[in-house]
């Protein structure tokens, strides 16, 4: 069980990091923001994957409670602000 667990996160970390490069261009084009590094998209895709696992536990009984939801919520607002940070400094 726990490989499984180790590939399905390697499997998302390789592509987030996949996915960001080719936003990232865009927005760098678009907007003449600096680009992210490697090791910042990285950071970025694992707080993304963290994020995913928090709401997959809150939605596997079928029920979220306010506490499941206050902690999604912050996790959110956590994630938001990293992305923020890296992406405009």
């Known amino acids: ?3 499984y ?3 399905a996160s390697g499997l998302a970390l390789v592509g987030g990091l996949l996915l960001a490069a080719p936003a990232e261009a865009a927005i760098t084009h678009r907007h003449g923001w600096g680009s992210t590094t490697p090791a910042e998209r990285a950071l ?3 707080s993304q994957h963290q994020l995913n696992v928090i709401k997959a536990r809150a939605r ?4 979220i409670s306010a506490w499941e939801r206050a902690k999604i919520h912050l996790a959110q607002s956590r994630h938001d602000a990293l992305v923020y940070r890296l992406r405009h400094n």
């Open 60 to 63: 596997a009984d079928g029920h």
């Open 5 to 7: 667990y180790l590939a």
């Open 1 to 3: 069980m726990q490989r």
């Open 44 to 46: 970025i895709a694992r």
